[in-house]
């Protein structure tokens, strides 16, 4: 008879499993805690800065609840999925609120905080106190649908009530934080989702998938569906003392809650967006920059930026709003800044700050080198030529982002 699941996979992981990651050393609720939501959707390799650097900074619930949102998204930008920074801070409050700086022990008051769900709210009352609770998160979802053979996309809720099942069924009744560290650690080495290491694995013996001969299909992916496309422009706007435009995202939508260079729809009167909104006069041209892309889960966003040179002084006539700002971006420290709109200022400064190329002289040339293109600011003009973004790269959809 086959030995039970939990068994083989507990002692495969007293030799081979992860036993030094740093939520593990201690392995309290609040480090646990941190670890699972920086975990969702990342991988472990890219979490362990972004946790240490947060750990440091902020050690137990009670110093993260106090800190300022700004704080705590500068060092959560560059992990992407920024909703789970701004719920990680609102979570802080919530333990320090309602249960005195401590983590709940109940599983439905866990589940009760921002960003956690199930399986999140288990992994912590398991690996924190040793309690029995089953887990699926990405990694357990493609052990078990090929040790159980369970066809289906885990996103549906009826395959997904098979593995809840599943995953129940196999929990041991001690060592409940290894099992559920032995079953993670099992998807994210050997049962992955390309060239998984069948002959290396503990449970292979009896795995469905592998008698089958169907550990490539399984588990089913997500039905296709084409990405939508999405543009918008990116406003480089800079006043007379050299410093640049910066407003704080909104809470909902891309980015948010970061701070970043205003956005704009590709067809907005720029002239009059920057009169109502900032109340700023802008001069004669806009200077188109080259357009780039970047792609999120569920779309692509083509960037068209657009620098645009105003008249005002210091802080100028800037609109009373407290989060919008003036900074000077080549010596100001920034606040957290969406990993692509920062990319693109870092190039812009190299870009600037380079040494000129020499060239030959010729004395029969005198004529200065051509400026870079510009746009005229009539509202026609800056609707459709002042766009980078042509209609084959917008996609099908054309859609576009809503500026703040």
């Known amino acids: 008879m086959t030995e039970v699941f939990s068994a083989r996979l507990l002692r495969w992981f007293d030799q081979h499993g992860r036993h030094d990651l740093p939520w593990q050393q201690p392995r309290s609720a609040y480090r646990v805690w941190m670890s699972e939501v920086m975990l969702q959707q990342t991988q472990v390799a890219t979490v362990i800065p972004y946790f240490e650097r947060f750990i440091a900074r902020f050690p137990d619930f009670v110093t993260l609840a106090a800190a300022e949102i700004d704080d705590v998204l500068a060092l959560w930008a560059g992990l992407g999925y920024y909703a789970r920074g701004r719920n990680l801070h609102a979570a802080a409050k919530q333990v320090v609120a309602l249960h005195g700086g401590e983590m709940p ?64 069924r196999h929990l041991p009744s001690s060592r409940l934080a290894d099992y559920t560290q032995a079953i993670m650690d099992l998807g994210a080495t050997l049962c992955t989702a390309r060239a998984p290491a069948c002959p290396r694995c503990p449970v292979a013996e009896d795995c469905e998938a592998r008698l089958q001969d169907r550990v490539a299909e399984l588990p089913s992916s997500r039905p296709a569906r084409e990405r939508p496309q999405r543009v918008a422009r990116l406003l480089l706007i800079h006043n007379t003392d050299g410093h640049v435009l910066i407003e704080r995202r909104p809470p909902a939508g891309i980015w948010g809650g970061l701070w970043s260079l205003p956005l704009a729809e590709t067809d907005d009167d720029i002239d009059a967006l920057l009169r109502d909104r900032y109340g700023l006069q802008p001069q004669a041209t806009f200077e188109t920059l080259p357009s780039f892309r970047h792609a999120f889960t569920h779309f692509e966003l083509s960037l068209s930026p657009l620098r645009i040179q105003t008249h005002a002084e210091g802080n100028g006539v800037l609109h009373e709003h407290a989060d919008r700002r003036w900074i000077n971006i080549r010596t100001a420290a920034l606040p957290g800044f969406p990993s692509p709109v920062l990319k693109f200022l870092n190039r812009l400064t190299q870009e600037e700050t380079k040494p000129p190329c020499p060239e030959p002289f010729n004395a029969s040339s005198s004529a200065s080198k051509p400026k870079a293109s510009t746009v005229p600011r009539s509202p026609a003009r800056s609707a459709s030529a002042s766009s980078s973004t042509s209609p084959s790269r917008r996609g099908k959809t054309g859609s576009r982002i809503r500026p703040a």
């Not at 924190?128 to 159980?148: C, M, S, T, W």
């Open 105 to 168: 022990r109940d599983l439905e008051a866990v589940q009760a905080l921002p960003g956690v769900g199930r399986s999140t709210a288990a992994a912590i009352l398991t690996q924190a106190y040793g309690e029995r609770h089953a887990i699926l998160d990405g990694n357990v979802k493609r052990v078990l649908a090929r040790h159980a053979a369970i066809a289906g996309w885990p996103g549906d809720s009826k395959v997904a009530a098979k593995l809840w099942t599943c995953s129940e």
